[in-house]
């Protein structure tokens, strides 16, 4: 059980409440009046028709990056250890759509996949295509869990409510738009969220910076580079942060869904810079913003997020209201996108379910797709119980990703001789070191261990953040290693550049 953290509420409590459950309303109706154009078929419902221009792909990428990891989070992390520790969660995701503009938008819009376990279904084979899957929706769980663990604390902090039960509304509320919708529910709330979270971020800086002046503590501030070079000032876990993000965080299956879902690949190239300047902004001043409260008020995570603080204690009750009322829409367009990602991942690569096309048949893979969604987010549920950190399981969700799955997606992507046998190995060493690693170290990302620790003197917090890069270089190596061992199963295999469009190896279209 987590420890109730209760700070103290103010009088404009029940107005702060009321602004915030009307924004919600607002998101709830737009997402399920706009679940219409779902029409009983999955590929508008996993994909959105692959018909969404650059502007809604931009927007949700934005607020897939921008969600309450990413703030929350954010905030707590730079008042507690400086601003790269922070700031690192923001600019590792825009790192990330960096290289997916750069790289990857053009190509993995052309192939016309549902979801993301099908590239490694075309590049590789059925049993690639299952442990790709049940690694991809294990780190999401634990991605839309961090979600939930912001709103807790929200409805703990601004309501009779408490934190458990914070959670499970949280969940329930974006379930009702999205197992009705799906990508066309999250593409279209995703604009009212961005112009919410976007308008709150730059209110939220403005005010501060006007009251208070923009304050660094001494050795904390964006410029103050110890952070990046020293490792008793936690460059190791800041620079674990950024790569795991940036690089790991391209094994998204939220971020490809959206990706494609936009109309052409040029589309999807274009949404993705423009999803990695914003993403980069807005992290950048919210970091900024807790650093100040920490140098100008004196505000200490220990209390309780940082950002909850201001907001509750200080700020205006409008600023209040619309701060917060950002901070629940960029959990909001994550969680339901991780959840639908995640759901259609267990039926349509694990399960096995094909899309139905035949006229006068319902879709199967929309129905279990929907079905699904329900065992995903009570795995979400416990988690965020258990485990009531918020930018911490951003990050590892995604360290597991690097660990594990980026060489053989990547490398997968560009080099030919990548084959299943590699990718199999890569896997499941990077797995093992990493878990390994998670048990022995007594802190993660630079907060005590409490999800998977083994009491031990072999291992200190020192090796905290170099775990990250130990078990992505060693999944990488094997990769490498063992692809050019079986480099005769790369000949033997067919290449996805060489195979037609649409076409996977067990999975119909």
């Not at 093992?432 to 083994?454: E, K, M, Q």
Request: net charge negative; with cysteine; glycine share 10%.
């Amino acid at each position: 059980m987590i420890e109730t953290r209760q700070i103290c509420l103010t009088e404009e409590l029940p107005v702060i409440t009321a602004g915030v459950g009307l924004s919600v309303l607002v998101v709830l109706v737009v997402g399920i009046a706009v679940a219409r154009k779902v029409d009983g078929d999955s590929t508008n419902y996993l994909v959105a028709g692959r018909q969404l221009g650059v502007p809604l792909v931009a927007v949700a990428l934005t607020t897939a990056a921008v969600d309450s990891n990413a703030t929350v989070g954010n905030t707590d992390l730079s008042a507690t250890y400086g601003f790269w520790a922070g700031a690192s969660l923001a600019l590792g995701l825009a790192v990330c759509l960096l290289l997916a503009g750069l790289f990857l938008a053009r190509p993995m819009n052309q192939m016309g996949l549902f979801t993301l376990g099908d590239f490694f279904a075309r590049r590789y084979n059925r049993p690639v295509e299952v442990v790709s899957s049940v690694l991809m929706i294990f780190a999401f769980t634990i991605l839309l869990a961090g979600n939930l663990v912001a709103m807790g604390f929200l409805m703990e902090t601004f309501t009779s409510m408490s934190y458990d039960a914070g959670v499970v509304l949280a969940v329930c509320l974006v379930l009702a738009y999205t197992i009705g919708g799906g990508l066309f529910s999250d593409a279209y709330t995703a604009v009212i969220q961005a112009v919410i979270t976007g308008v709150a971020t730059v209110v939220l800086f403005v005010w501060v910076a006007s009251e208070y002046g923009i304050a660094i503590p001494d050795g904390l501030g964006p410029f103050d580079l110890g952070q990046l070079t020293d490792t008793g000032q936690g460059a190791a876990v800041n620079w674990a942060t950024l790569i795991s993000l940036g690089i790991g965080d391209l094994v998204a299956i939220d971020f490809m869904q959206r990706i494609f879902a936009a109309k052409s690949p040029a589309a999807a190239q274009k949404a993705c810079f423009i999803g990695a300047g914003a993403t980069a902004v807005v992290g950048v001043l919210w970091s900024l913003i807790a650093l100040t409260s920490v140098s100008a008020l004196g505000l200490s995570s220990e209390n309780g997020p940082i950002i909850y603080q201001l907001l509750d204690d200080h700020a205006p009750v409008m600023l209040a209201i619309l701060s917060l009322s950002g901070i629940v829409a960029a959990s909001f367009s994550t969680a339901s996108g991780a959840i639908l990602a995640t759901s259609a991942v267990a039926v349509r690569n694990i399960a096995g379910v094909r899309r139905q096309v035949a006229p006068g048949h319902r879709d199967p893979l929309l129905r279990w797709t929907r079905v699904a969604m329900l065992p995903v987010v009570v795995v979400a549920v416990v988690l965020a119980i258990r485990v009531s950190q918020t930018g911490i399981l951003l990050t590892l969700a995604f360290d597991l990703m690097l660990a594990c799955l980026a060489g053989p997606f990547l490398l997968g992507l560009f080099w030919k001789r990548s084959t299943s046998t590699a990718a199999l190995v890569a896997a499941g060493v990077g797995l093992v070191v990493r878990l390994v690693l998670l048990a022995l170290v007594p802190t993660l990302y630079g907060v005590p261990n409490d999800l998977f620790y083994i009491e031990n003197s072999m291992v200190d917090a020192g090796l905290d953040g170099w775990a990250t890069m130990v078990a992505a270089a060693v999944s990488l190596l094997a990769f490498v290693v063992t692809s050019l061992l079986t480099r005769s199963q790369a000949d033997e295999e067919i290449d996805l550049r060489t195979r037609p469009e649409g076409e996977l190896s067990v999975t119909g279209g």
